[in-house]
């Protein structure tokens, strides 16, 4: 697996090129957040709005009625935690476009509470208009924007910096509201999103060579949530759904697909691994992963509970797949 | 300047239909916000009628069923801003008016109502359920921008689009208009840092300091004062103005400010025109108890 580094601020770059009317507006953390460059070749599009992060989304409210297109850039804490009720009057409510483009999502940061975005989507998801976006490699870096361009609303990323894995072909790029399947099967259904796909893709290979058949589908579009693939996925799973996300299994990919089944009347267990209703603490992406317990192995026990049985699957069984971590802050 | 010319005369009787209608309304229906008439009348028909660079209303002059809210699939309804002349297309020399005190939703319908913007019977809409010109207007309400009900959020999105005025070279100016009351919010003051910074000396606030808010006098809530001197150390040029002398409303607008914002504080009285309130004073929402209704009627119609 090839790890990419920087995706976000050469595709930027790309993006800003084929659209002049696309502005960054940053609250100190531009550097953070992969637009240093930008700022460099396009400094006439590049506002720094200081640490001020209510005045940048309703400023930036304002530049998109004029229109421009907005992308504000910081961490993704700031842009719905502190900021909710600017992200709700000034932009969502008159359905503006204006791109939320937010980094270390969830427990990627060694930042600490103050830095982890763990409830965003639950949170994002009750806000009418808004498209989320959650990003799970380097393909979807690249192909997050022209989705969020072609959205006719405002749109919120969870994005990766530095280094990042590329799961998925450069020339398979994500799809509006559509699931990527990783593997084809009938035993579970297991939905992934974020850097979680990479513990579920883990977990999957190992399961596989049990013999266990998975339908796995990495999911990066967190609303809308229609994709019929979903439906499909839970029908057809013989011991039951499971999903794993960067997240609070609160108001999450777990609960959304919770809703979905209970919308279509699929009667079967869902086990929801990530944040188990918890903050987390500062420390590193892997140590936190098996901490809160939203890890491959958290993953494989979890199918375990539904089908009844155990795989005798140990930690060091776990280690053919290589990690990148997240260290900076 | 406005495209009509309107005498002060015009203008201080259009104030007085306001502050009439208003109270009429209160007594009518047992309540409005009357103090934000009285304070404001002068200051909102001196906008309309003697500053801003607006072209004439695009908006139905008849009230509107509400248009339902914007969504990726409704976002052609008849907006706020058609009745201030602007419909989305660029008019590059034409001035924009937000409302952040949208409380004051009355006193903007009456106003533009007064000149000739909306007719006078579409004001009996006003807060009827289902119609498009709520107590607390919103983007669809004749007048409004914006969906200014969260205060502090307006200043920003008024400063976002002069930031875009002077990015796209537009030599419009950009109003916006507050309640004293506002000035308190965190995020006006990080509206006023960046404006500063941005040198956007196309954007001009208006701020009616009637100094009252829900809980009582301002200065007795959260000071504020001194905000001419507070302004000018946020790098803006600042004035106070008699918010009730047409005259002086309007060469506030003309204060040079090169390379600055400028916020205009007209000092305004809440109980102006209408004697009856003051022994009410401070009072956010007036209502007119039955006791109370045959003076202010009788003082109504002798109005």
Known sequence: ?329 | MPDVKYSNDQIALAAKNIRKQILGIAINRGGCYLTQACSSAELVSTLYMGILNIGPSLGSPEALPFPGVPSPTNMDYPKGSLYNGYSGREMPDRDRFFVSCCHYASVIYCALAECGRISHSAIEKFNVDGWNMEMIGAEHSPGFENTAGSLGQTVSIAAGTAHAYKLKGNSGRIFCMLSDGELEEGQAWECFQAASFYQLDNFIIYVDVNGQQVEGWTRDVMNTEPMVARMKAFGWEAIEVDGHDIDALKAAAETPHEGKPLMVLCKTNPAQGVPLLEKMLPKHFVTVSSAEKAEFQKFHDEM
């Not at chain 1, 509470?113 to 989507?121: E, G, K, L």
């Not at chain 1, 939905?191 to 883990?202: I, K």
Request: charged share 20%; proline share 4%; aromatic share 8%.
């Open chain 1, 1 to 329: 697996m090839k790890i990419e580094t920087n995706t976000h601020s050469k595709n930027i770059l790309r993006f800003a090129k084929e659209h002049p009317e696309v502005v960054v507006l940053s609250a100190d953390l531009g550097t953070s957040c992969e637009v240093k460059d930008f700022a460099k070749v396009y400094p006439e599009r590049y506002f720094s709005m200081g640490i001020a992060e209510q005045n940048m989304c309703s400023w930036a409210a304002g530049l998109a009625r004029e229109g421009f297109r907005p992308m504000l850039h910081t961490f993704a804490v700031f842009l719905y935690r502190r900021i909710l009720d600017q992200v709700e009057m000034s932009v969502a409510y008159p359905n503006l476009p204006v791109i939320f483009v937010g980094f270390v999502p969830g427990i990627t940061t060694p930042g600490g509470v103050s830095h982890q975005s763990t409830n965003d989507i639950g949170v994002l998801r009750t806000v009418p208009n808004m498209a989320i976006f959650d990003i799970g490699d380097a393909t979807e870096i690249e192909g997050v924007l022209d989705l969020a361009y072609n959205y006719n609303g405002p749109v919120y990323i969870r994005m990766l910096r530095k280094d990042v894995p590329r799961f998925f072909p450069a020339s398979e790029p994500m799809k509006f509201n559509h699931a990527r399947v990783l593997s084809e099967g009938s035993d579970i259904a297991l939905l992934s999103s974020s850097v979680c796909t990479e513990e579920a893709m883990r977990a999957t290979a190992v399961l596989k060579a049990q013999g266990l058949s998975i339908q796995h589908l990495h999911v990066s579009t967190l609303k809308p949530f229609t994709d019929p693939q979903v439906v499909e996925a839970c029908n057809k799973a013989k011991y039951g759904v499971v999903t794993i996300e960067n997240h609070s299994v609160i108001g999450g990919l777990g609960t959304a697909v919770a809703e979905v089944m209970a919308e279509n009347g699929i009667n079967k267990r869902l086990v929801k691994v990530g944040l188990d209703d918890t903050y987390a603490h500062g420390a590193s992406k892997m140590y936190l992963l098996k901490k809160y317990g939203m890890d491959a192995m958290t993953l494989i026990n979890g199918i375990e509970d539904l089908m009844g049985k155990s795989f005798g699957i140990q930690e060091h069984d776990l280690e053919e797949i290589r990690f990148e971590d997240f260290t900076a802050v």
